[in-house]
């Protein structure tokens, strides 16, 4: 790094000026390198993929994204438009990718099998959907009374999980990366009230993954319900209550017009996060230039998910509060403290009978430790008692 002299600070008033504005333009210019860089993965495993590498720019690429949400959907499906606009802007149109929603190429269960087969070269989800091909796929989504958005991606992006799930997805033929976080859902609807883990008994709900098996434990019943018929369903007495995502979309998927109770809050999924999957054949054949372009894309767009999901919830919560005769409430703390418990359970209990279920459970539980020592001290108290 160069030694540079200290400024001359006894400049002219213009002079001072300019040398400021232009300094303000390298820090800009540099700064923007630190954020690519951090978005694109280690800098200097990038550099040295890069040495001698020649980029042929006649080469274009054209790749299909398939997703597990419907056509166009709020948020998600706008957010995968700008990651195929950005992809294409960013390598100057050497690479396009086209967006389906989900059934348009591909049904959304053989999701997964397209990409691990090279038939779709990538696919936007979540992790838990995937658990019958590895449960321990669901632990890099959400797990109950588990992490937040900001710290599961940062276990995920800084805390070695991105390794593990790299390991578990490779075993299919899959690269994954973050696509995206709903931040904390709302808890769901229900057509009977919840006053205590009797309440759950029987109770016939639509929720996916690990809190699918919680709710199990505590006597109900899981149900695979699709995001397109969830109203259908509920409408109808096939299930007694369903979660989706939190106000935003649940107001759009008008289900506040046909439950009763409003409840929060989503104890099982604190900070989901969402995942592009991408075939490792495809990705790898890529230029180094093309894929750092993918890297960047993905983050970007991520984070664009996530603050659109923390920008709309609150104004579509007041929404639902003023045009629906569902009644907000909060689960009661005995049905939460034994959803916990059982929590524990199913998470001790997948962990003994599957090796790769342990040993991410094992770095998950490592990082939520620390986690929520420094929250403790930190973001909780904030919450509780200095934000107005």
């Known amino acids: ?70 056509p166009n959907f709020p948020v998600f499906g706008e957010g995968l438009s700008m990651f195929a606009k950005l992809i294409e802007e960013m390598s100057a149109g ?16 053989e999701l997964f099998d397209a990409v691990s087969n090279g038939v779709i070269e990538m696919g936007h989800g979540a992790s838990y959907y995937w658990a019958g091909k590895s449960k321990a796929l669901q632990l890099f989504a959400s797990v109950p009374f588990g992490l937040n958005a900001q710290q599961i991606t940062s276990w995920v992006n800084n805390g070695g999980g991105y390794e593990l799930w790299k390991e578990i997805y490779g075993k299919f033929n899959i690269v994954p990366f973050i696509g995206g976080n709903t931040g904390v859902q709302m808890g769901g609807w229900f057509n009977k009230e ?15 993954g690990l809190g699918g098996a919680v709710l199990a434990k505590a006597g109900g019943t899981a149900v ?5 018929e969830i109203y259908t369903n509920l409408e109808r007495g096939v299930i007694d209550a ?4 939190g106000p935003y979309h649940d107001y759009k998927l008008g289900l506040y017009k046909i439950a009763k ?23 790898e054949a890529l230029p180094t230039d093309l894929q750092a372009i993918i890297r960047a894309a993905t983050a970007q767009t991520s984070t664009w998910i996530f603050s659109e ?32 418990t059982k929590t524990q359970e199913v998470l001790q209990e997948q962990a003994q009978n599957d090796p790769d279920f342990q040993k991410v459970y094992e770095s998950f539980l490592a990082f939520q430790k620390d986690a929520s020592a420094w929250a403790e001290l930190t973001e909780k108290r904030f919450y509780n008692q200095l934000q107005s």
């Open 242 to 245: 369903t979660e989706w995502i």
């Open 224 to 228: 695979s319900v699709a995001g397109g």
């Open 194 to 208: 919840i006053n205590s883990v009797e309440d759950l008994k029987g109770l016939k709900m639509r929720i996916p």
């Open 94 to 109: 050497r690479m396009k990718i086209k967006v389906f929603g989900a059934g348009e190429k591909v049904p959304q269960p």
């Open 309 to 340: 999901f923390e920008v709309k919830n609150n104004q579509f919560l007041e929404k639902i509060k003023a045009e629906s005769k569902a009644e907000l409430r909060q689960f009661p703390d005995e049905v939460l403290a034994d959803l916990r």
């Open 1 to 70: 790094m160069k030694n540079y002299k200290t400024p001359n600070t006894n400049l002219p008033t213009n002079s001072r000026r300019d040398f400021l504005n232009k300094a303000a333009a390298v820090s800009a210019v540099m700064a923007s390198g630190s954020l690519i860089t951090s978005a694109c993965g280690n800098a200097e495993e990038t550099s040295k993929q890069d040495k001698g590498t020649s980029v042929d720019m006649s080469q274009t690429y054209e790749w299909s994204l398939s997703t597990s949400w419907p």
């Open 261 to 283: 109770y409003y409840y929060s809050p989503g104890w099982h999924e604190p900070g989901t996060i969402l995942d592009f999957i991408v075939n490792k054949q495809k990705y």
